[in-house]
């Protein structure tokens, strides 16, 4: 009875791993990785991730921080572009796509240095909502540098 209960557990843990690491101590590369790739906004060409959802930079993160400095409540507005795995990828692009340690877990991905963001204004694909929001926010290229057109 006893080593059918320590099975359980271990079968158990094992399983919850595998569920995009969600445990602690799970290796950190379980998960898929985010596919960040370009299209043709009426902004112009710009990032979005795999499914079409716009990502943005926000100005007030420098360039190869170790950390975001979108916190608290920036982040409800601003949910971060995350990941499992520490290495995303992107298709099309030609900056750097990376990830830093991301506030609660997991990781942040990353393009050139800078962390990526959403807008929770955008509700699906093709949405360019947040383009300029209080000239911090904004789209990027392919080649990781903003784009300043608004285009919405």
């Known amino acids: 009875m006893r080593v059918t209960r320590v099975f359980s557990a271990l079968a158990l843990a094992a399983l919850l791993c595998a569920a995009a690491g969600i445990v602690v101590g ?10 960040l790739k370009a299209v043709t906004t009426s902004a112009g060409d710009v990032v979005v991730d795999a499914a079409g959802r716009a990502v943005y930079l926000y100005t007030e ?14 982040l409800a507005a601003w949910p971060a572009v995350t990941t499992v795995s520490r290495t995303p990828q992107g298709q099309g692009l030609t900056a750097t796509v990376g990830e830093i340690p991301a506030e609660g877990g997991g990781y942040q991905v990353t393009l050139d240095g800078r962390p990526l963001y959403y807008f929770d204004g955008d509700t699906g694909a093709g949405m360019i909502k947040g383009q300029g929001i209080g000239g911090v926010w904004w789209l990027l290229s392919p080649d990781g540098q903003r784009v300043t057109t608004i285009g919405r």
């Open 26 to 35: 799970c290796a950190p590369d379980d998960g898929p990785a985010v596919v």
């Open 61 to 74: 993160d420098a360039p190869g921080a170790a950390r975001s400095s979108c916190t608290g409540s920036c």
